[in-house]
């Protein structure tokens, strides 16, 4: 997703700057845990594939404006499950703020906007799993609910920034309700065909148990 130039702006844009702050502390705490759990060079390869994924997503993946927002196959919970929450969320950090450099400098005023957008959601859905995730499944091994729990989240929280930050930005006049409503309806799609597209994924990494013990991997994945 990507907010729609003009929905927060003025003096407004300044509480952008620091729910990404916050975001960004997340995403710190995130990295020194998985530093001293598997090293500062596993977490540099992790990140520099998760950056290149989510440009390649928000890039070359179909993508279109639908009310307040853009709607996006973000495959944050993909992420999160093969990579894990530290370089998944540098990834979203990075692959976006690429793609606002050299392909949409029109939405970097947004940035902060939708850097939060992004990440929150990620470190909810984090949690989630901590929670729902029995701590002996590798998640190879999750289920189809548990799958739709985390995408849920994830979706569910990126619907949940975009409808905050058009209400902020320009009330909730008709016209900007029936722009959000417009939007969540569109996301339903993602949030359905988002955990197929992971167990999916995961199904792949089963046979590929060579990779087991790499460190470009997260190691719940496998263990």
């Known amino acids: ?24 502390g997340f995403s710190a705490k995130a990295s020194i845990d998985m530093i ?50 530290a370089a998944a969320s540098i990834g979203l950090i990075l692959g976006l703020l690429t793609q606002g450099v050299f392909f949409a400098q029109f939405d970097l005023p947004q940035y902060g906007m939708n850097v939060t957008t992004l990440l929150l959601p990620l470190f909810a859905m984090s949690a989630i799993a901590r929670r729902t995730i029995a701590d002996n499944t590798a998640y190879v091994d999750i289920s ?19 409808a905050f930050w058009a209400f902020y930005g320009q009330g909730f006049g008709a016209e900007n309700l029936a722009s959000v409503a417009t939007f969540g309806i569109a996301y339903l799609s993602v949030v359905l065909l988002e ?29």
């Not at 390869?45 to 709607?71: D, I, K, M, Q, Y």
């Not at 739709?148 to 994830?154: A, P």
């Open 144 to 162: 189809y609910k548990q799958a739709l729990q985390l995408s849920f989240t994830y979706q569910g929280g990126i619907v949940a920034w975009v």
């Open 1 to 24: 997703m990507h907010i729609e130039p003009g929905v927060v702006d003025g003096a407004k844009i300044v509480l952008s700057y620091a729910t990404a702050l916050v975001a960004f």
């Open 195 to 223: 955990p197929l597209l992971d167990l999916a994924v995961l199904a792949g990494a089963k046979s590929v148990q060579r990779f087991k013990n790499s460190s470009l991997f997260e190691t719940r994945l496998f263990n």
């Open 36 to 85: 001293k759990k598997d090293g500062l060079l596993s977490l540099v390869g992790r990140s520099v594939l998760t950056t290149l994924f989510v440009f390649a997503f928000f890039e070359l993946l179909p993508h279109h404006a639908v009310g307040v927002s853009e709607v996006h196959l973000i495959l944050g919970s993909t992420l999160f499950l093969i990579f894990g929450p």
